[in-house]
């Protein structure tokens, strides 16, 4: 092989490279900004109504909000405890609001998902239950987030 080939064949595995890597190194799934903890308080049995607070980890601050219309799916529980990473969020005033069920087909999430649900600002929460053997569901109506 001449010098020329060899050097025309280095550039271009090297081009090839630098696009494989490149390529690679993009993010595939958004990745959680904030984690979100609810403790309810109560759950009115054989309605499906209920109303906790919680609490939002949002660029190293805290903040604490209600939260009404959550479901725990079992009648009996008079306490229930979740857990959650928050997704597409810019400011923590986009966070409160009230809350609808994410379309399944256009899931943005990885791994578990306990209920996965969005709000009119885009903000998405992939809540899970912390007890073994709870299912979360919406109320009616949703859920809405009212910030303290």
Avoid: C, H
Avoid at 100 to 126: D, F, H, S, Y
């Amino acid at each position: 092989m001449s010098t020329k080939r060899i050097l025309l064949s280095l550039a271009v595995v090297a081009l090839l490279l630098g696009l494989v890597y490149t390529v690679g190194a993009q993010p595939q799934t958004p990745y959680p900004i904030g984690t979100v903890t609810i403790e309810s308080k109560s759950i009115a049995a054989g309605v499906g109504i209920s109303w906790g607070d919680g609490t939002l980890k949002f660029k190293d601050k805290t903040y604490t909000f209600t939260v009404r219309g959550l479901d725990a799916g079992a009648v009996g529980i008079a306490k229930i405890s979740a857990t959650g990473d928050v997704y597409n969020m810019n400011n923590v005033s986009d966070f409160a609001g009230d809350y609808a069920a994410a379309q399944a087909g256009g899931a943005i999430v990885k791994g578990p998902v306990g209920l996965l649900m969005r709000n009119t600002k885009g903000v998405v929460i992939n809540l899970k239950a912390v007890q073994t053997g709870v299912n979360l569901t919406l109320g009616a109506k949703g859920m809405s987030i009212v910030m303290k």
